[in-house]
């Protein structure tokens, strides 16, 4: 059985300035869903889970329909192994390549579009706090263009903010 890893929590705003100066996506927010682990060197390999990395029993929407367009995808750009965030309304929200490195929202939405429906992007904007301030009240969440990942204390998370 594959190994799921937890997707991080999501900080708000005001404990991420380093976002602050970065081009990113201004995506609506999201509920968890499951996470779907594909590993494809020799046959297939698929757990599926929460989004605390506890494993669940696959359903058939899954295995029918989401989990083989996901396997196409990786097939075509040579993927190899992938974790893959779905949210509860069955939205691929994030993607995760390894510990610690996610694909960014633009690769995301333009690779995977045509086959499963992806995370909403609201605007692209660069961060200041004029943009902050006309978000703040409002569901989203920003994540930079090019994947990147913030230090806290000695755990390494996404920088990804919630308005």
Same mark, same amino acid.
Request: charged content about 20%; glycine content about 6%.
């Given at each position: 059985m594959l190994e799921l890893l937890p997707y991080p929590t999501i900080a708000p705003i005001s404990e991420c300035p380093e976002i602050v100066g970065l081009f990113? %996506?201004?995506? $609506? !927010? %999201? $509920? #968890? *869903? @499951? !996470? @779907? @682990?594909i590993e494809r060197m020799n046959d297939p390999a698929i757990s599926i889970g929460d989004w605390s990395g506890n494993h669940l029993p696959p359903t058939n929407e899954l295995l029918s329909n989401t989990v #083989?367009?996901?396997l196409k995808m990786m097939q075509h750009i040579a993927l190899n192994q992938a974790e893959f965030f779905? =949210? =509860? +309304? *069955?939205?691929?929200v994030d993607v995760q390549l390894s510990i610690n490195k996610f694909i960014g929202p633009g690769m995301l939405r333009d690779v995977f579009k045509s086959t499963i429906k992806t995370q909403i @992007? +609201?605007?692209?904007v660069t961060v200041d706090q004029t943009k902050i301030d006309e978000l703040r009240g409002k569901n989203f969440i920003l994540k930079p263009s090019k994947y990147r990942h913030y230090m806290r204390g000695d755990i390494i998370l996404p920088l990804y903010a919630r308005i």
């Amino acid at each position: 059985m594959l190994e799921l890893l937890p997707y991080p929590t999501i900080a708000p705003i005001s404990e991420c300035p380093e976002i602050v100066g970065l081009f990113c %996506y201004v995506i $609506e !927010a %999201y $509920e #968890p *869903g @499951v !996470a @779907v @682990v594909i590993e494809r060197m020799n046959d297939p390999a698929i757990s599926i889970g929460d989004w605390s990395g506890n494993h669940l029993p696959p359903t058939n929407e899954l295995l029918s329909n989401t989990v #083989p367009l996901l396997l196409k995808m990786m097939q075509h750009i040579a993927l190899n192994q992938a974790e893959f965030f779905i =949210s =509860s +309304d *069955g939205t691929l929200v994030d993607v995760q390549l390894s510990i610690n490195k996610f694909i960014g929202p633009g690769m995301l939405r333009d690779v995977f579009k045509s086959t499963i429906k992806t995370q909403i @992007v +609201d605007s692209i904007v660069t961060v200041d706090q004029t943009k902050i301030d006309e978000l703040r009240g409002k569901n989203f969440i920003l994540k930079p263009s090019k994947y990147r990942h913030y230090m806290r204390g000695d755990i390494i998370l996404p920088l990804y903010a919630r308005i």
